[in-house]
């Protein structure tokens, strides 16, 4: 094994690029994601699911399916009646939570719906059992398009009266007075399409229970361990005391597996039931039709502004596709949008309207940016379509509208305080990155000249480090566990549960640092619930800045009792005593190694009176504000307006994300996030016909970006402490994501300004940009969409 | 039926009965317990199973094992003969992954490209990984991860490092 280069050195960890300590295990393919295990007698189960959006479930007949050899068992809702449902974590006064059964229940309300479990001794057997299960269904009308299921179309559920999920209202400003004396009203309706997370390792759940000592142990590929522990342990009936939860290996999340989902209750239930361990794998085509999707919102907006440029209020109505069933946050996330639609300006009066929609298709729920995608989309094309009305500079006019860095914390017209920022130093060193002015002349120059060059402006911010618990369905708290081993090796037992963010490495750098040891000596646990304390989860950029933090402040209380313990054995006074790398020094030269100050913390023989064998401590840190991140991309593309092909020729990103622990997981975290970004502005799209069929169900019609599709990004960066904990981190997880779609919407729309083409919806493939240009060019007054 | 097969993988011998239709990746995860080749879609689109099959590399969720009865397979476990192989290093070197999930068929991948053009430029290495989907990276440290390996691989001492 070659060096990692992450002992022996003397410098600060802290702000270091150093090599990821999960690595070695991954590039060798000797790690263990939760299809990697095996167990005993494990069986394996398949689901049958619904080919139809809509039905009445009329007969499940399984007897075929059980008489071939191998099979175990058939279930349908019948027999899993006493699993409790689905939960949605959220509330909100108006909002309908329809029962959602981990098996189909009467009716199928969307394709992929699970509506029977198949149980065999082998994958093969359990995948033919499960096409010898025939259920007759009686097909229903299937509502599909948003505004027509707020508008005569039949009802999902009959009980509602109504395909209306919910209501939601942020209004604050005088809005009316804001639009009645703005010189200028800019409106625009925009789409924001329904996206598949595509976590590369599907998910997956394997249960084992275990009668004698009455404990149930599942796997699963989640990113809420506890959260989900919690949840199975309701569903189940059992006392969560006896429940573990492993989430081992996590090949991804992207907020696809922030989630409880009904295989979470299947998968035990079926493991208790057989009294044999049993495992689910999710296929792709299952991951397609029953893992959460993303966005999915119809958007109207309206920027009140003067004619100098200044923004006076913005006002928009947002429909949000909920899918047929609320999964653990599908109401929530919209509201994520409503509160950041204030972006990164001064806004003096807003208000943002939010009906819920039920429809024949899986739930939305939270995906990469999770609310915050949506609105910074809104914000950042109503940004650049009112530059462009009213003549102004794209960068010019967003100058004109930030905050100044002397203004923060700044509270916005949404209610939020904004931690800390610079925007002007992030643009300003966007424009010359990208080298702006001479894009800008290379543009005015290709016009002539038939080239259509476009150059893309997006500043976003985010709200990250969620979040203050009052602010949460769950807590937003996250908790962290500092232990040092009697032979003064640490352990870290943290209760964010990392699927690919690098943690294991970040925060065995920031303890590194607080104890005068290498990263090498902290081995970071994660994803137990037996043996990590009970935390939140990794998502909403939120690991570092909240359990980095606590891990860090349980750091703190493990110095001051080493101090107390040093200062007892040398003679001074706890503050007497420095903390070096390898030992603690009094003042006046006498020192005690580290390893012997830990050792005689367990030997226990030599210790102040009251002091506390052990040397272990944990802090639960409750953050008192979100992280604001933020930045400015400029994408510079080339359009080709005979065939409405896209050349992204240059993509600069300037990111601020507060003090950074290892710039080398920033910049990957800013790469990956930018690429599923563009997808969305190019290529990616869920889309259900009539019948609720997903037409785009594979990776061969799903386009998810390829490494051939994406030019290499240009990463700068700004920075700007967090003043909310104390290592001034913010978080960096979803930034990219955030800002390169609505980036790249206004590059390719920049660059067809002359032609009267003002917006496209996404994805830009090349038949809509192609459409749009001929659209505009029949069109006496232009745009079709104006 | 099953049929009886010998497949060395990893430089091993294997002989064996197998049911016609068990897919390669199935042999090796389930048969051999060789669990670093990962099935992310069944359908060949994500490249996640990505195996070399007497050398070169094929997804190995669309090879039967019955396929494959008389050929080499190297899987990600038996790419170096000791520690890592130097396109291991250049993942790790350059933060090529961050799940893992895709990692061991982006290194198959770049071995067969690796093995057939010894220095490709970025655009090649983006053109040959183009069949493995990564939604981590963006790719960009996965261009640079390779190009390292191309230097590291130039190098006399790292040829040792060779496939079993």
Not at chain 1, 129 to 142: F, G, H, I, R, S
Not at chain 1, 299 to 310: C, P
Not at chain 1, 498 to 515: K, R, S, V
Not at chain 1, 763 to 785: C, F, N, T, Y
Request: glycine share 10%; charged share 20%.
């Amino acid at each position: 094994m070659a060096d990692n280069g992450n002992s022996g050195k003397t410098a600060h960890w802290v702000g270091q690029k150093l090599k990821r300590k999960e690595d070695p295990r991954l590039v060798q393919g000797i790690s263990h994601y939760t299809d990697d295990f095996k167990l005993t007698g494990m069986l394996h189960c398949v689901l049958v699911r619904s080919p139809h959006a809509h039905a009445e479930l009329r007969a499940i007949r399984t007897e075929a399916a059980r008489a071939l050899p191998g099979v175990v068992g058939v279930f349908t809702t019948e027999d899993t009646a006493s699993v409790g449902g689905v939960p949605c974590a959220v509330q909100m006064p108006d909002l309908k939570v329809p029962k959602h059964p981990v098996l189909a229940t009467g009716r199928v309300r969307y394709v992929g719906e699970p509506v029977a479990a198949v149980v065999a001794e082998d994958i093969y057997v359990a995948r033919d059992a499960a096409e010898l299960v025939e259920v007759d269904y009686e097909p229903l009308p299937v509502v599909i398009d948003m505004e027509k299921a707020l508008n005569g179309a039949p009802f999902i559920y009959d009980e509602y009266k109504s395909n209306q999920a919910f209501t939601h209202t942020l209004k604050n400003g005088d809005v009316d007075a804001a639009f009645k004396k703005a010189d200028r009203v800019v409106k625009q309706r925009m789409v924001n399409q329904r996206l598949a997370p595509i976590a590369m390792e599907p998910r997956a759940v394997m249960a084992e229970y275990l009668p004698g000592e009455k404990r149930l142990t599942l796997w699963s590929s989640t990113q809420i361990p506890h959260l989900l522990k919690t949840q199975v342990s309701v569903m189940l009936g059992l006392p969560e005391n006896f429940v573990r939860v492993i989430a081992p290996e996590v090949g991804g999340g992207f907020g696809s597996k922030l989630n409880v989902y009904a295989e979470e209750g299947i998968v035990p239930w079926l493991a208790m039931k057989l009294g044999k361990p049993v495992k689910w794998n999710e296929s792709r085509r299952e991951n397609f039709l029953a893992t959460i999707h993303g966005r999915d919102t119809i958007n109207e907006l309206e920027l009140a502004l003067k004619k100098d440029g200044t923004i006076l209020g913005l006002r928009g109505r947002l429909l949000q596709d909920c899918g047929a069933y609320h999964q653990l946050l599908t109401p929530l996330i919209p509201q994520l949008t409503a509160l950041m639609h204030a972006g990164c300006y001064k806004i003096p009066a807003i208000q943002i309207d939010i009906v819920g929609v039920f429809t024949n298709k899986m739930s939305t729920d939270a995906y990469r940016g999770a609310g915050r995608p949506e609105a910074t989309y809104n914000v950042e094309r109503m940004m650049a379509i009112a530059a462009q009305e009213l003549g102004m500079d794209a960068a010019e006019f967003r100058l004109k509208n930030f905050p100044q860095a002397k203004e923060f914390p700044y509270t916005t017209i949404t209610g939020l305080t904004y931690d800390s920022a610079k925007y002007q130093e992030s643009l300003k060193k966007a424009l010359t990155l990208s080298g702006y002015a001479s894009l800008r002349k290379r543009q005015k120059d290709g016009w002539k000249a038939g080239k259509y060059y476009g150059i893309g402006v997006s500043t976003y911010v985010e709200i990250c480090a969620i979040g203050p618990s009052a602010a949460t369905p769950a807590g937003g708290w996250e908790s962290g566990t500092v232990r040092i081993e009697p032979t003064g090796k640490v352990t870290l037992l943290t209760g964010a549960s990392p699927h690919g963010q690098g943690e294991e490495t970040t925060f065995a750098q920031l303890i590194a640092d607080e104890l005068g040891i290498d990263p090498d000596d902290v081995n970071v646990v994660h994803g137990d619930t037996l043996a990590v304390p009970y935390g939140i989860g990794t998502f909403g950029s939120r690991a570092t800045a909240v359990g980095g933090t606590a891990a860090y402040l349980a750091t703190q209380k493990l110095k001051a009792k080493m101090a107390t313990l040093a200062a007892h054995l040398l003679g001074c006074e706890p503050a007497d005593i420095t903390i070096g790398r390898g030992h603690l020094s009094a003042k006046g030269g006498k020192s005690i190694s580290f390893g012997d100050l830990v050792l005689s913390a367990y030997t226990a023989r030599n210790i102040p009176a009251g002091f506390e064998p052990g040397m272990e401590a944990t802090h639960f840190f409750e953050p008192s504000n979100f992280t604001f991140p933020f930045g400015a991309h400029i994408a510079s593309v080339e359009v080709d307006i005979e065939t409405g092909e896209v050349k992204i020729e240059k993509y600069v990103a300037v990111d601020d994300c507060g003090n950074v622990i290892n710039p080398m997981i920033v910049d990957g975290q800013l790469h990956g996030g930018i690429a599923q970004g563009i997808g969305q502005a190019m290529w990616e799209e869920l889309v259900y016909n009539e019948d609720g069929q997903l037409l785009t169900g594979t990776l061969m019609d799903y386009a998810l970006p390829k490494a051939h599709f994406l030019p290499e990004f240009t990463l700068a960066r700004t920075v700007t402490p967090s003043p909310v904990n104390p290592m001034g981190v913010k978080g960096v997880g979803e930034a990219g994501t955030i800002a390169s779609t609505p980036c790249m919407v206004n590059a390719v729309c920049d660059a067809l300004s002359p032609l009267g083409v003002r917006h496209i919806e996404m994805p830009l493939k090349p038949e809509r940009v192609w459409s749009a240009i001929a659209k505009a060019h029949l069109s006496p007054q232009g745009d079709p969409h104006t | 039926m099953k049929k009886n097969i010998t497949i060395t993988v990893n430089g091993t011998e294997h002989r064996t009965f197998v049911e016609p239709r068990l897919l390669l990746v199935h042999f090796l995860r389930d048969v051999l317990s060789l669990t670093g080749t990962h099935v992310g879609c069944e359908t060949s689109l994500c490249g996640a199973c990505t195996v070399l099959l007497d050398g070169r590399a094929v997804k190995s969720c669309t090879v039967l094992a019955v396929q494959a009865n008389g050929h080499k397979v190297t899987t990600v476990e038996g790419l170096a003969a000791d520690g890592l192989h130097p396109i291991q290093e250049g993942f790790w070197e350059e933060h090529g992954l961050q799940c893992g999930f895709c990692t061991p068929g982006m290194i198959l991948c770049s071995h067969d490209l690796l093995a057939r053009h010894a220095n490709p430029s970025d655009a090649e290495i983006r053109e040959a990984i183009n069949g493995n989907l990564c939604r981590c990276t963006g790719y960009q440290n996965i261009v640079a991860a390779v190009r390292n390996a191309s230097k590291r691989m130039s190098k006399p001492v790292a040829a040792r490092a060779g496939v079993r």
